[in-house]
């Protein structure tokens, strides 16, 4: 309990002390007057009178000291005082009534001694509850009363006063004990209610902060609050964040009405939302609408409505949230979803739906709808020179000029990546696509600047048309899509529209690649080998490895129609690795069973060149076969020198050096420089069969075949010639003295066994026009 308190509760107790004082002064009265009645002719008059005088002397000092009391209502502070005053005048009482206890005690009348001892027990207990208020002052009361009746009792010394005696002492000493109870329950409640009294005031205080905190809170919270009068809708109560918000003045506010700055919040609407509130839905109901300021603006808002029925009649509270911030954030999402963020045109997903819509408007008009499918050819490379954000560049200019180079009513679209979409509406002639796609690539003809640079870039456009490729956005993207990657397949920077052919080749090449899957899995591939002989004793030296394969589901499949999809599902290297392993081991067997070392030539594919796990893969292969290194050699293609990476240079480096023999395939087909047969560590040359096909008859092919060997020999190349298929042919390159010779004049390409009796039969053969008698696979 707080210090001050103590004050508070004394002054509490000296209340009840002093307003039990008149019914104390009564009773003492009252008693004496019976008393006195009583003891009439048993005391002597002059002590009787005495006490008398005394008596009322000190009950009208008490009287006093009450009124003066109820006049000077004292603070707590004078509660010392006051108390020291009461305890004197109950202390003269309890003295008066204890000489009562002497004086009114005849010696001759027992009746006259009890009925005294009955009187002063009565006093005492009756005082106590109004003297407990204060511990001290009821002790010295009761046992200046009691006392002294008890001590004449003892004087008496008869068994009957000793009783007496000894029932005062019990009265006294319980009377003693319940004052101390009543005392400290007196103390304890008088402590709760001050301390609740605190707390009270501390709540009340608590309240009036947080009043005071809301009340600022509202004022400066940007959401709007309303409380409405639902009989006229009119503006009771509001917050500055609303006249804020609305331009309006507080007083402005409360003087119109709701639909002023909503006009959907109307009578009719407050009656239907009413009836569903009268029908006992007490939810909140959320309205988004509009709200109108005092300039005439208007800014999106979402209201939440509900009606209290705490106010007579019902009011409405409405709290109303700037919704510009999330209308905004939507139509930025929105946005996201639907364009491209890189170039700002509309992304797949709208395209598509823009493609739906104008099918249906096509239709209706019957007219038609093209669609042309964008593709830059060589895209990576500037992304790989330049960096990414060159690309991305690149790509926000080329957005730019296939804006401009489209119909106002056209739409072009960025699907993804270099991937660009132009859709055409209301077409009624095709060559009006075709000219498009002409102006497409006349726009593209122009250099971009990017990076302070010129960049020059193509692009492969696929069409398709509809209704004729297509009666929906699906069909016509992918049959668009096909069409681009014919003309990529074409040499890019043209265009082709969409035709059967090419859905039927893409079937096939998805049918291919699912097959060849099969195929790796269950290793349904053989490896074929065609003899290479020496072109002055027709003795086979080497043979090269020819993958075939004899589909279950698809039959014989060409290699020229499966390498290219294997190549571009990247299958070739898993392909490559394991007819590298095949070939080394049916390589060591021809010196085993036959006793002829030949070496053994593979073709490496630009891919599986490129991987970076080809060194260890030709390691494991010669390990795991035996062959040795020199008996083991590798073809690629002019296409993959021409790349001129470093990395290409590192593997023939690393190859050359393990021991491989190094042999550049199908010579003369592409830029045939003569700057990489000496940077790189070559040791053959083919020269291609397109060049030998009519030798015997164009001398063009001859000239360029003179040429290609003597430039071979020059640099200490061995020369390979293939596809040689007849005497003629034969006999001009032992002309020009041709190192090997490769073609179906010496052998078709032969299965393992069949390979193998071809090296038992005599050397030469072929010189006489001799084709082993095998059944060959082609392809």
């Keep these: 309990m707080a210090p001050s308190h103590h004050q508070d509760i004394y002054a509490n107790q000296l209340e009840i002390l002093f307003n039990g004082t008149p019914y104390s002064i009564i009773a003492s009265l009252g008693v004496a007057t019976i008393l006195v009645a009583i003891q009439n002719g048993q005391i002597p008059l002059l002590p009787l009178s005495v006490w008398i005088f005394l008596l009322v002397l000190v009950m009208t000092g008490r009287f006093l000291l009450l009124r003066r009391y109820r006049l000077a209502r004292p603070s707590p502070i004078q509660g010392a005082i006051w108390g020291r005053d009461f305890f004197i005048g109950t202390g003269l009482t309890g003295l008066i009534w204890g000489a009562a206890g002497i004086l009114f005690f005849p010696v001759d009348s027992i009746s006259h001694q009890v009925f005294t001892l009955l009187v002063l027990a009565g006093l005492s207990a009756a005082s106590l509850t109004t003297l407990a208020a204060d511990y001290r002052i009821y002790i010295t009361y009761t046992i200046f009363t009691l006392t002294p009746a008890i001590a004449l009792c003892l004087v008496q010394g008869d068994s009957m006063h000793l009783a007496f005696a000894a029932l005062l002492t019990l009265l006294l000493f319980f009377l003693i004990q319940a004052a101390k109870r009543l005392n400290e329950s007196l103390i304890t409640s008088l402590i709760y209610r001050y301390e609740n009294r605190d707390l009270l005031r501390d709540l009340k205080a608590e309240r009036t902060r947080l009043g005071s905190r809301l009340s600022r809170i509202l004022n400066d919270f940007s959401t709007e609050i309303y409380i409405i009068d639902l009989e006229n809708l009119a503006i009771l109560q509001t917050n500055a964040g609303a006249a804020r918000n609305l331009g309006y003045s507080m007083d402005e506010l409360q003087r119109i009405r709701l639909p002023e700055i909503n006009k959907d919040l109307t009578p009719e609407h407050f009656a239907t939302l009413l009836a569903s509130w009268h029908d006992g839905d007490q939810a909140p109901v959320v309205v988004r609408g509009e709200h109108r300021r005092k300039n005439g603006s208007s800014y999106p808002i979402e209201a939440r409505l509900q009606i209290s029925h705490k106010e007579t009649p019902p009011v409405c509270v409405i709290t109303v949230l700037d919704d510009t911030e999330r209308h905004l954030y939507e139509k930025r999402l929105l946005r996201q979803a639907n364009y491209s963020q890189l170039t700002g045109l509309p992304n797949k997903k709208m395209a598509i739906r823009q493609i739906d819509l104008a099918i249906g408007r096509c239709s209706r008009r019957q007219t038609k709808v093209a669609l042309l499918f964008l593709d830059l050819d060589n895209f990576k490379k500037v992304n790989d020179s330049m960096g990414h954000s060159a690309g991305d560049e690149l790509l926000r200019q080329m957005a730019q000029r296939l804006t401009e180079v489209i119909r106002r009513a056209d739409i072009a679209a960025h699907l993804s990546g270099d991937e660009f979409l132009i859709i055409l509406e209301d077409i009624k002639e095709v060559m009006d696509v075709s000219a498009l796609a002409q102006k497409v690539f006349s726009t593209l003809a122009l250099p971009f600047a990017i990076n302070h640079r010129e960049i020059f870039i193509s692009a492969s456009i696929g069409i398709s048309i509809f209704p004729d490729n297509g009666d929906n956005p699906e069909k016509l993207l992918q049959h668009a899509d096909t069409a681009m990657y014919n003309a990529k397949a074409k040499g890019k920077n043209n265009f082709q529209h969409f035709n059967q052919a090419m859905n039927d080749a893409l079937i096939r090449h998805l049918q291919i690649e699912s097959a060849l899957r099969k195929a790796i899995k269950n290793e349904r591939f053989e490896v074929f080998f065609q003899p290479l002989c020496e072109t002055e004793s027709g003795c086979p030296v080497a043979a090269e490895a020819l993958l075939r394969w004899n589909s279950k589901k698809l039959g014989i499949v060409s290699p020229t129609e499966f390498i290219p999809v294997a190549e571009d599902s990247r299958l070739i290297v898993e392909i490559g690795n394991w007819v590298l392993e095949t070939a080394c081991h049916e390589a060591v067997t021809w010196s085993e069973q036959e006793g002829k070392p030949l070496r053994i030539a593979i073709n490496l594919s630009p891919r599986q060149f490129r991987d970076a796990s080809l060194v260890t893969v030709v390691s494991r292969a010669l390990a795991n076969s035996g062959l040795p290194p020199h008996l083991l050699e590798l073809e690629i293609t002019e296409s993959l020198l021409m790349q001129d990476l470093p990395e ?41 069969r397109s060049f030998i096909s009519d030798l015997e008859n164009d001398t063009n092919d001859q000239v360029l075949v003179s040429a290609i060997i003597a430039m071979a020999h020059s640099l200490h190349l061995e020369v390979v010639a293939e596809g040689v298929e007849n005497k003629e042919q034969l006999q001009y390159l032992t002309a020009k003295r041709v190192d090997l010779i490769q073609g179906y004049l010496m052998s078709h390409p032969l299965s393992p066994q069949a390979f193998r009796d071809y090296l038992g039969s005599a050397p030469g053969q072929a010189r006489e026009g001799i084709v082993p008698s095998v059944t060959p696979l082609l392809g």
């Design 648 to 688: 290409i240079l590192g593997k023939l480096t690393i190859l050359h050096e393990m021991g491989i023999r190094l042999s550049l395939d199908d010579f003369g087909t592409g830029y045939s420089s003569l700057s990489y047969l000496k940077r790189f560590p070559m040791q053959t040359l083919k020269i291609d």
